[in-house]
């Protein structure tokens, strides 16, 4: 029949869009009831359609303050795991030492293993070395547990780099800085650009991680969970709404600039 045979041509497609739209679905969710006036205190049935959360997002106590914590927790994360994982992904590349194979399994440990197990471990650390726990202690565990996802993102682009790039300069007399700067460095680039945006992500939405190692500490995912015990702001709606559109927006614009400068190329 035409239709079955359609559905077999199309199979793989048909099931990749499924996929993406069960995936995208909890979100659509999420922004259709940024725009409810629920009658109570939890936010999981619609009622009538009001803007009022949009026009005043900060309107529930500690939430602003809540998220402006994370997304400063998640910026410092970004920047220590970016760095210190780019060195250890070129290291781990371009040098041969001893231990480098087992540094390269250890490398995953933190990927393969529960959260909670890794939460538990550095609270442990922390305690045993008398630190308080806070602010410091969650930008350390974010840093070392998105350090692994970096390494492996700059690691699989500096793999496919070709080293007679680098020699073709050092041919022109460039020297090692600028050798870094004029060829490595930008050819690495959108590997530690995709490091840097997965870094920020896992540090901004976990919970496992932080709950154990916070303190008195909250962050946005720990006032979603507490809020969840009691009711339900709108306005929580409202910024997950506001992430998402962010998210993919700069992905679009990603895309946007990769494909122009693939056009801009090819001429």
Same mark, same amino acid.
């Given at each position: 029949?035409?239709?079955?045979?359609?559905?077999?041509?199309?199979?793989?497609?048909?099931?990749?869009?499924?996929?993406?739209?069960?995936?995208?679905?909890?979100?659509?969710? !999420?922004? !259709?009831?940024?725009?409810?006036?629920?009658?109570?205190?939890?936010?999981?049935?619609?009622?009538?359609?009001?803007?009022?959360?949009?026009?005043?997002?900060?309107?529930?106590?500690?939430?602003?303050?809540?998220?402006?914590?994370?997304?400063?927790?998640?910026?410092?994360?970004? !920047?220590?795991?970016?760095?210190?994982?780019?060195?250890?992904?070129?290291?781990?590349?371009?040098?041969?030492?001893?231990?480098?194979?087992?540094?390269?399994?250890?490398?995953?440990?933190?990927?393969?293993?529960?959260?909670?197990?890794?939460?538990?471990?550095?609270?442990?650390?922390?305690?045993?070395?008398?630190?308080?726990?806070?602010?410091?202690?969650?930008?350390?565990?974010?840093?070392?547990?998105?350090?692994?996802?970096?390494?492996?993102?700059?690691?699989?682009?500096?793999?496919?780099?070709?080293?007679?790039?680098?020699?073709?300069?050092?041919?022109?007399?460039?020297?090692?800085?600028?050798?870094?700067?004029?060829?490595?460095?930008?050819?690495?680039?959108?590997?530690?650009?995709?490091?840097?945006?997965?870094?920020?992500?896992?540090?901004?939405?976990?919970?496992?991680?932080?709950?154990?190692?916070?303190?008195?500490?909250?962050?946005?995912?720990?006032?979603?969970?507490?809020?969840?015990?009691?009711?339900?702001? !709108?306005?929580?709606?409202?910024?997950?709404?506001?992430?998402?559109?962010?998210?993919?927006?700069?992905?679009?614009?990603?895309?946007?600039?990769?494909?122009?400068?693939?056009?801009?190329?090819?001429?």
């Amino acid at each position: 029949m035409p239709v079955l045979r359609l559905l077999r041509r199309n199979l793989v497609v048909i099931a990749g869009l499924l996929t993406l739209a069960y995936m995208i679905l909890p979100n659509v969710v !999420v922004m !259709v009831f940024s725009f409810n006036r629920p009658r109570g205190r939890f936010n999981y049935a619609w009622q009538e359609f009001s803007l009022d959360a949009w026009k005043d997002p900060c309107g529930v106590a500690d939430l602003c303050g809540s998220l402006s914590l994370s997304l400063r927790i998640a910026f410092w994360a970004t !920047v220590g795991a970016t760095v210190l994982g780019t060195m250890i992904a070129f290291a781990l590349v371009r040098y041969r030492f001893r231990a480098r194979g087992a540094i390269n399994s250890l490398i995953f440990l933190p990927m393969a293993m529960p959260e909670v197990v890794m939460a538990a471990s550095l609270l442990t650390l922390f305690l045993n070395m008398g630190a308080e726990l806070g602010f410091r202690t969650v930008l350390i565990a974010h840093i070392m547990f998105c350090l692994s996802f970096v390494v492996t993102a700059v690691k699989a682009r500096v793999m496919s780099m070709d080293p007679r790039l680098e020699e073709a300069a050092r041919d022109l007399y460039a020297g090692p800085v600028q050798t870094f700067l004029r060829v490595t460095l930008p050819i690495a680039a959108p590997g530690i650009a995709a490091g840097a945006l997965l870094a920020f992500a896992l540090s901004f939405d976990d919970f496992i991680i932080t709950n154990f190692n916070a303190g008195s500490t909250v962050t946005f995912p720990m006032f979603v969970w507490g809020s969840a015990q009691r009711g339900t702001p !709108v306005q929580i709606n409202v910024i997950g709404t506001a992430m998402f559109v962010i998210a993919v927006a700069v992905v679009l614009s990603g895309r946007l600039i990769a494909n122009r400068r693939r056009n801009n190329a090819g001429k």
